[in-house]
């Protein structure tokens, strides 16, 4: 989750892709398969998901980092 404008956090995924990725066929696979409240507003891609020494993913740092210049917003999407 990441902080709102109007109070309740957003949801925010980020992905490692593999190779062509399209942030809005991801949202759009999420809104077919998922309830309305479920489905991720932001999109981030990144190199590396950040992680521990036993391999757990760190969220803290991504939490930290927040929506950034790069991050896909499903409503600012054409």
Known sequence: ???????????????????????GALHEFCTDRLAPFQVPRYVRQVDVLPRTQTERIEKYKLRA????????DARGAP
């Open 1 to 23: 989750g990441v902080p709102s404008e109007l109070g309740e956090d957003e949801i925010m995924v980020a992905v490692v892709p593999a190779d062509d990725f399209e942030p």
């Open 65 to 72: 980092d927040g929506v950034t210049a790069d991050t896909w």
